[in-house]
Structure formats: C-alpha cells, structure tokens
T-cell receptor, first 109, second 116 residues
Framework: GEDVEQSLFLSVREGDSSVINCTYT??????LYWYKQEPGAGLQLLTY???NMDMKQDQRLTVLLNKKDKHLSLRIADTQTGDSAIYFC?????????WGAGTKLIIKP | EAGVAQSPRYKIIEKRQSVAFWCNPI?????LYWYQQILGQGPKLLIQ????????DSQLPKDRFSAERLKGVDSTLKIQPAKLEDSAVYLC??????????????FGPGTRLTVL
C-alpha cells in the first residue's frame, strides 16, 4: 500500500542545519512536496521538487531527491526559532497527495 | 488574495450528536478537498470535488459522513452521528486545477473537533 514515512521528531540547536528525511513509495510520482504546519495554522507549501531533478535550492532551503532509493530530504540552513513547526512530506500519486505523518522540528537555544 | 476560510475553528460535541463544517475556497479554484487529520498523523483525504462533482470519496465513511459543494463554490462536511474516533482536525483545501501533476493545495486553518 501507499506509505510515506518520516521520523516523528528532530531536535537541533539554533544556528545549526536541520535535515528532515522522508521515504516515499510511488516511483511514478512526478512532484514531491514539503509542507509546513505551525501551531494553530493551516498547512503551507514550503517547497517542491520535480522528479527529474536531484536538488533544488531556495534561500535557506535545500531539497535533495534520490529516486533510486525513493528518498527525499529537506535541509534548513541556519535554523531559527521561527522554523519550529511540523514538516510534512507528500508525494503526488494518481493526482492526489499522499502524506507522511510529519516531523516535529524542535529548536534548542 | 483571500485564503481558504473555514468555520467554526473549534467544536466540542457529545457522541451521537451531529456537526457540520463549512469551507469557502479561494475564488476561482476548481478543486476542493476535505481532509481529516488525527493528532500525530498526516492528513487523510476524505473527499475531493472538482467544481460541484465528486472526484474521489473512497475514504469517506458514508454511513455517517456526507459532503456537498454548493454551486461549485462553498462546501459543507457533516457528521451524523459522531463517534469518539471522529475527534480530529478537519482541513479544507483548494487548488486551481485538477488532473495535473503539479498540484499545490492551499489550506484553511482547520476545524478542531472534540467528541466527548
């Protein structure tokens, strides 16, 4: 069955880099997404990557895609307290989004 | 541009009662989604509309859940009767197109339902 997997928690020190990992299942997924959910707020698209790319960089965010291993990662450079949130990985399968359970990013001062 | 609106933001009911949620998508968005998000899990799609037609409702518990999209714009999701396991956040999302690979969905703030 379809299953997108992520670690539930990640704790990093302020100023360090955060790396959130995800494995997905549908090798035909054309787009993969990272959404951010802050407390009391809706899900917000953070970034996405097209399946023919290995890497995408957008300011402090770097997305890496390994299609062979069906592995996706999100790196946040210079992590700030405002980055505290739950990060969801999602794959586009049959024109629907299949979601992971989310990784809660905890920032230590 | 106004975002996706949902109401109410919070609702507490007793089991076996009924409840309804309302969603107003972004103007012009053809596709509307209702998701159920249980604490500690990712969103689970309940139903997807394109304009006022249902595209996918395979995960909607039809014995107690119903949804409609009025005139292809606003939508309501109803639970009747509610069970304890329905306690969750109900998210509404919209996107401009359907049936395309790139599918950015815009989410509302959600309605947090507690069933006692």
């Amino acid at each position: 069955g379809e299953d997108v997997e992520q670690s539930l928690f990640l704790s990093v020190r302020e100023g360090d880099s955060s790396v959130i990992n995800c494995t997905y299942t549908d090798s035909s997924s054309t787009y993969l997404y990272w959404y951010k959910q802050e407390p009391g707020a809706g899900l917000q698209l953070l970034t996405y990557i097209f399946s023919n790319m290995d890497m995408k960089q957008d300011q402090r965010l770097t997305v890496l895609l390994n299609k062979k291993d069906k592995h996706l990662s999100l790196r946040i450079a210079d992590t700030q307290t405002g980055d505290s949130a739950i990060y969801f990985c999602a794959e586009n399968s049959n024109y629907q989004l299949i979601w992971g359970a989310g990784t809660k990013l905890i920032i230590k001062p | 541009e106004a975002g996706v609106a949902q109401s109410p933001r919070y609702k507490i009911i007793e089991k076996r009662q009924s409840v309804a949620f309302w969603c107003n998508p972004i103007s012009g968005h053809a596709t509307l989604y209702w998701y159920q998000q249980i604490l500690g899990q990712g969103p689970k799609l309940l139903i997807q509309f394109q304009n006022n037609g249902v595209v996918d409702d395979s995960q909607l518990p039809k014995d107690r859940f119903s949804a409609e999209r009025l005139k292809g714009v606003d939508s309501t999701l109803k639970i009747q009767p509610a069970k304890l396991e329905d306690s969750a956040v109900y998210l509404c999302a919209s996107s401009p197109l359907a049936g395309v690979s790139y599918n950015e969905q815009f989410f509302g703030p959600g309605t947090r339902l507690t069933v006692l």
